[in-house]
T-cell receptor
Framework: DAKTTQPNSMESNEEEPVHLPCNHS???????IHWYRQLPSQGPEYVIH???SNVNNRMASLAIAEDRKSSTLILHRATLRDAAVYYC?????????????FGQGTELSVKP | GAVVSQHPSRVICKSGTSVKIECRSL??????MFWYRQFPKQSLMLMAT?????????EQGVEKDKFLINHASLTLSTLTVTSAHPEDSSFYIC????????????FGPGTRLLVL
C-alpha cells in the first residue's frame, strides 16, 4: 500500500484558513486520495476524496498536484470543532478491494 | 450521509471470556465492511476485511481464530474476540462501503473493550 507523509501537528487560529499538506510520491495511477478526521474516542469521519482533479464539498477543498505526488486539504475557516487528527490515505478503488491503511496523521489544534 | 452503528459502545469483561461486537449499516447495504483496532495515542490498525457471504480476509499478524468475523447479511458484520485477555483491551472500530456511492467508507462510533 502506498504511503503518505504528513506533519505530526499543526496549529491554526479560529476563523482563518488551514492548509494541511500530504506527500504521496509513490502513488499509483488508480489510487484515490482520501482525507478523514478523528476526534478523541470517536470513529473517523469522512472529509473528502479525489483522484486527479481538485474537489470541493461543504466541509473542505482538496487540491491535488498535477503530478499527484502531493495534495493539500483546505479548511476555509477553521472552527474549534475542526480540532482533530486528520488522516491522508491512499487506496485502490472500491471495486478493486480498496482498503484504508491509516498513518499517523496530523493533529490540528485551533486557537480561539 | 450514511450511518454505521456499533453495539455495544463499551464493554468490560473478565479474562478468558468471549465478547461479540456488532457493526450495522443503518441506511445502506454494505457488501464489504472493515474492522480496525486502535490503541491509546496510536493510529487505526486494519484487522480484517469482511465480505458478505464469504470468509473474512485478515491482515498479516492478526489471528483469525482469536478474532472471528461473520458477515451474514448486507447490513451486519460481527467481530467476536475469543478468550479475551487484558492485551486485547482496545478501541474497536468498523467501517463500511456504501456500494451505491462507491469510494467513501463510513465509520462506526467505535467500541471500547476493557478486559480485566
Amino acid at each position: 500500500d502506498a504511503k503518505t507523509t504528513q506533519p505530526n501537528s499543526m496549529e491554526s487560529n479560529e476563523e482563518e484558513p488551514v492548509h494541511l499538506p500530504c506527500n504521496h510520491s509513490t502513488i499509483s495511477g488508480t489510487d484515490y486520495i482520501h482525507w478523514y478526521r478523528q476526534l478523541p474516542s470517536q470513529g473517523p469521519e469522512y472529509v473528502i476524496h479525489g483522484l486527479t482533479s481538485n474537489v470541493n464539498n461543504r466541509m473542505a477543498s482538496l487540491a491535488i498536484a498535477e503530478d499527484r505526488k502531493s495534495s493539500t486539504l483546505i479548511l476555509h475557516r477553521a472552527t474549534l470543532r475542526d480540532a482533530a487528527v486528520y488522516y491522508c490515505i491512499l487506496s485502490a478503488p472500491y471495486n478493486q478491494g480498496g482498503k484504508l491503511i491509516f498513518g499517523q496523521g496530523t493533529e490540528l489544534s485551533v486557537k480561539p | 450521509g450514511a450511518v454505521v452503528s456499533q453495539h455495544p459502545s463499551r464493554v468490560i469483561c473478565k479474562s478468558g471470556t468471549s465478547v461479540k461486537i456488532e457493526c450495522r449499516s443503518l441506511d445502506f447495504q454494505a457488501t464489504t465492511m472493515f474492522w480496525y483496532r486502535q490503541f491509546p495515542k496510536q493510529s487505526l490498525m486494519l484487522m480484517a476485511t469482511s465480505n458478505e457471504g464469504s470468509k473474512a480476509t485478515y491482515e498479516q499478524g492478526v489471528e483469525k481464530d482469536k478474532f472471528l468475523i461473520n458477515h451474514a447479511s448486507l447490513t451486519l458484520s460481527t467481530l467476536t474476540v475469543t478468550s479475551a485477555h487484558p492485551e486485547d483491551s482496545s478501541f474497536y472500530i468498523c467501517s463500511a462501503y456504501d456500494r451505491g456511492v462507491g469510494e467513501t467508507q463510513y465509520f462506526g462510533p467505535g467500541t471500547r473493550l476493557l478486559v480485566l
